[in-house]
Nanobody, 117 residues
Framework: VQLVESGGGLVQAGGSLRLSCAASGFTFSTYAMEWFRQAAGKEREFVASINSAGVSTAYVASVKGRFTISRDNFKNTLYLQMTNLKPDDTAVYYC???????????WGQGTQVTVSS
C-alpha cells in the first residue's frame, strides 16, 4: 500500500489549495478514504472522509463549507479542495485508507500547508 500526498504549499489567508493523494497497492475503489492534519505541537486530527463510491462525505466542523473531499476511482486518487483558508489550517495534511477491522493503518508521508495572515 502506498499513499502519496501532493499539492501543499504557502498561501495567504483567504486563498485556496487542492491536495491530492495518489493511491496504489490496493483496490482503491473498495475503501473509504480520509484526510487528517497535524499542526506543530498538536495531535493529528480528522478533517474529512469519503465513502468508497464517493457519494457520502463527512467533515470536522471547523472546515465545513470551506473544504471539499472527493475522489476519482479511475485515477486511484483522493482530493481535498480547500478554500477560504485560515492561518489555523496550517498543518501537515495526510491521507489515510480507512482501516477495516484488524488491518494495518496506512498513512501517506504528508504535505505541508502553510497559511499566512
Amino acid at each position: 500500500v502506498q499513499l502519496v500526498e501532493s499539492g501543499g504549499g504557502l498561501v495567504q489567508a483567504g486563498g485556496s489549495l487542492r491536495l491530492s493523494c495518489a493511491a496504489s497497492g490496493f483496490t482503491f475503489s473498495t475503501y473509504a478514504m480520509e484526510w487528517f492534519r497535524q499542526a506543530a505541537g498538536k495531535e493529528r486530527e480528522f478533517v474529512a472522509s469519503i465513502n468508497s463510491a464517493g457519494v457520502s462525505t463527512a467533515y470536522v466542523a471547523s472546515v465545513k463549507g470551506r473544504f471539499t473531499i472527493s475522489r476519482d476511482n479511475f485515477k486511484n486518487t483522493l482530493y481535498l479542495q480547500m478554500t477560504n483558508l485560515k492561518p489555523d489550517d496550517t498543518a501537515v495534511y495526510y491521507c489515510r485508507r480507512n482501516p477495516r477491522s484488524g488491518e494495518t493503518v496506512y498513512w501517506g508521508q504528508g504535505t505541508q500547508v502553510t497559511v499566512s495572515s
